[in-house]
């Protein structure tokens, strides 16, 4: 009985079992792609730092380049993949009024659109249009928590514009 037991349980599992296991992406982006170009975001929020910009620039390409096989073009007319966009909107607001017209909680919110021109393998346009925000307690001073308040943005930022040059070819 066990020998039966374990004929059956052998021809269930090894018909089941992988053809393959890989950890490269090899069906996720067109083999066309090779470079990506990404001109530094404009920044069009009248109460964003001044270096912001640069920040969320930098934080996509590392991102694009870390978790794709994308390769960055030094050349701004090359790569199959360009992208270009603006900050829109960085804003503070208070989001839990307690009693007596106490603030408990205030939200910074950053808005994003990035335009993705896809140049092959077909010619195509793509945009990401992102609003992402982080709470925070009004005790804490925002100028001492601003850089971590960023840095946690634009991780979500980073992987909307990834998830949308995974997805939408």
Same mark, same amino acid.
């Given at each position: 009985?066990? %020998?039966?037991?374990?004929?059956?349980?052998?021809?269930?599992?090894? +018909? #089941?079992?992988?053809?393959?296991?890989? %950890?490269?992406?090899?069906? +996720?982006?067109?083999?066309?792609? /090779?470079? $990506?170009?990404?001109? =530094?975001? !404009?920044?069009?929020?009248? *109460?964003?730092?001044?270096? $912001?910009?640069? %920040?969320?620039?930098?934080?996509?390409? @590392?991102?694009?380049? =870390?978790?794709?096989?994308?390769?960055?073009? =030094?050349?701004?007319? @090359?790569?199959?993949?360009?992208?270009?966009?603006?900050?829109?909107?960085? *804003?503070?607001?208070?989001?839990?009024? /307690?009693?007596?017209? =106490?603030?408990?909680?205030?939200?910074?919110?950053?808005? #994003?659109?990035?335009?993705?021109?896809?140049?092959?393998?077909? !010619?195509? !346009?793509?945009?990401?249009?992102?609003?992402? %925000?982080?709470?925070?307690?009004? !005790?804490?001073? $925002?100028?001492?928590?601003? +850089?971590?308040? *960023?840095? /946690?943005?634009? /991780?979500?930022?980073?992987?909307?514009?990834?998830?949308?040059?995974?997805?939408?070819?």
């Amino acid at each position: 009985m066990k %020998f039966v037991t374990f004929i059956i349980l052998s021809i269930l599992l090894t +018909s #089941c079992w992988p053809s393959s296991v890989s %950890f490269n992406d090899t069906g +996720s982006i067109p083999p066309e792609w /090779q470079y $990506f170009t990404l001109s =530094n975001l !404009e920044n069009n929020a009248p *109460n964003s730092p001044i270096n $912001f910009s640069g %920040f969320l620039s930098d934080k996509i390409r @590392d991102g694009i380049q =870390n978790n794709t096989r994308l390769k960055l073009s =030094n050349n701004k007319n @090359d790569g199959e993949i360009r992208l270009e966009g603006a900050i829109t909107n960085y *804003n503070i607001t208070p989001v839990a009024i /307690q009693i007596g017209d =106490n603030v408990a909680k205030n939200r910074l919110t950053v808005n #994003c659109n990035i335009k993705i021109n896809v140049i092959k393998p077909k !010619e195509m !346009e793509m945009t990401v249009t992102s609003s992402r %925000f982080v709470d925070y307690p009004t !005790e804490k001073n $925002f100028s001492e928590i601003e +850089s971590d308040l *960023n840095e /946690q943005i634009s /991780q979500q930022i980073v992987q909307d514009v990834i998830n949308k040059i995974l997805s939408n070819w």
